[in-house]
């Protein structure tokens, strides 16, 4: 079975800013990837990052990057210069060998940037 | 591109009724999925499908039936609509091939009355 754990219900950040959004996950796989969905609220899901298991360099996208450490099962989104157009809901998802396509998510964090 | 394409984006249902929500996508993808989000729970998995002809149970299939007769198509059947899967739903694909993210569809929001 896999879990993933996303301890902040909700997140402010002043605009500009950069915003850790914390997810740690368990999974008994091997090997496994994470990622983070953007859901605005028009409610579609955008991805954002991916990071497999076995990457040796964290993950970055623009101004997302993905601080992965592997022994404390966690993979924290960091946005970097944070804009009033990050405002959304956040979610960590994992998938493993076992599970094949099917995700686990999150619970979702909330971030609302502050002009 | 349209990706993964579901239909329809509002419905209104009376308990008991029935209905299929529409998903179809264009990109070759052979894992197609179906997930349903709630308040404070994020996205659950309904069920899915590996391959067109095979389908299988997520961790909330109670109420749903799927079936997967082409690569592109993998409808969503409520049986007998009940309060309980008021919700928003979303159909997602991807490959085992190439890049490894799931594709959503826009999403349907779901309300039995």
């Known amino acids: 079975a896999q879990k993933i754990t996303q301890t902040q219900p909700g997140m402010f950040v002043q605009e500009k800013e950069a915003v850790t959004l914390d997810c740690t996950y368990d999974?008994?796989?091997?090997?496994?990837?994470l990622f983070w969905y953007k859901q605005p609220s028009s409610g579609e899901m955008i991805f954002l990052i991916y990071?497999?298991?076995?990457?040796?360099q964290n993950a970055t996208e623009g101004r997302y990057s993905l601080n992965f450490q592997k022994a404390r099962k966690s993979a924290n989104l960091v946005i970097s210069a944070s804009q009033l157009g990050d405002s959304a809901m956040y979610f960590c998802?994992?998938?493993?060998?076992?599970?094949?396509?099917?995700?686990?998510f999150g619970e979702g964090t909330q971030l609302t940037v502050n002009p | 591109n349209a990706g993964v394409t579901q239909t329809p984006k509002f419905q209104v249902l009376k308990t008991g009724q029935s209905m299929t929500l529409q998903c179809a996508q264009d990109m070759n993808h052979e894992y197609m999925s179906w997930y349903r989000q709630d308040p404070g729970m994020g996205l659950r998995l309904i069920h899915y499908s590996v391959g067109a002809g095979i389908t299988d149970q997520g961790e909330v299939p109670n109420g749903y039936n799927v079936s997967r007769s082409t690569t592109e198509d993998f409808p969503l059947r409520l049986l007998s609509a009940a309060p309980s899967q008021t919700s928003v739903y979303f159909c997602?694909?991807?490959?085992?091939?190439?890049?490894?993210?799931?594709?959503f569809g826009q999403g349907t929001r779901l309300t039995v009355v």
């Open positions: 997602a694909s991807s490959s085992y091939r190439g890049q490894p993210k799931a594709f």
């Open positions: 999974t008994s796989d091997q090997s496994y990837g």
């Open positions: 990071q497999g298991s076995y990457d040796e």
């Open positions: 998802a994992m998938r493993g060998e076992t599970s094949g396509s099917r995700l686990t």
